[in-house]
T-cell receptor, first 118, second 108 residues
């Protein structure tokens, strides 16, 4: 595809349920990021993958949140026992591995998955 | 601590007026700074980065390490500049931290 694709675009669930959000990055991009954006806030870093491994998961708020990228392409963010406070737009981004002085690559974002926990 | 501060949630200017969106950062290492923009009903996208030292859509931003700032400026605002602007910090190891954002509204 031409850009980062995220599904579903909207998800409404009940408190306590399990949710999976999917991200399909730009082909050839080795780096993949998940961010969470609450109303009126900027994107909040959750986790970053380089290839298949989570290089930095310091932003995951607690152990109810987990993300995988088994083949180094598509990633799934998994949220267990959802709570109302998990309601937000979950953004995925991908980038090429940066080189030289450009240590942080340009992030290409998807349109986000809006999660509403009732 | 790694932090990006955008003090203004909303900035409203008239068309043709100069605009400056403020950004301050906190980072102990060598920073990489970016401005991302989100136009209405579009996805978040990169506007410019400090290492490129370029002007995009008439916008420029200079990294001031002494003041730990990376303010975004444009001499003459246009209506199509109305959008949400996020300052971002490359905090090492590919981690990018975003500010809370400033909504720019350019009035006709």
């Amino acid at each position: 595809g031409a850009g980062v694709s995220q599904t579903p675009s909207n998800k409404v669930t009940e408190k306590g349920k399990y949710v999976e959000l999917r991200c399909d990055p730009i082909s050839g991009h080795t780096a993949l990021y998940w961010y969470r954006q609450s109303l009126g806030q900027g994107p909040e870093f959750l986790i970053y993958f380089q290839g298949t491994g989570a290089a930095d998961d310091s932003g995951l708020p607690n152990d109810r949140f987990f993300a995988v990228r088994p083949e180094g392409s598509v990633s799934t963010l998994k949220i267990q026992r959802t709570e109302r406070g998990d309601s937000a737009v979950y953004l995925c981004a991908s980038s090429l591995r940066a080189t030289g002085a450009d240590r942080t690559g340009e992030l290409f974002f998807g349109e986000g998955s809006r999660l509403t926990v009732l | 601590a790694q932090r990006v501060t955008q003090p203004e949630k909303l900035l409203s200017v008239f068309k043709g007026a100069p605009v400056e969106l403020k950004c301050n950062y906190s980072y102990s290492g060598s920073p990489e700074l970016f401005w991302y923009v989100q136009y209405s009903r579009q996805r978040l996208q990169l506007l410019l980065r400090h290492i490129s030292r370029e002007s995009i859509k008439g916008f420029t931003a200079d990294l001031n390490k002494g003041e730990t700032s990376f303010h975004l400026k444009k001499p003459f605002a246009q209506e199509e500049d109305s959008a949400m602007y996020y300052c971002a910090l490359g905090a090492g190891g590919f981690k990018t931290i975003f500010g809370a954002g400033t909504r720019l509204f350019v009035k006709a």
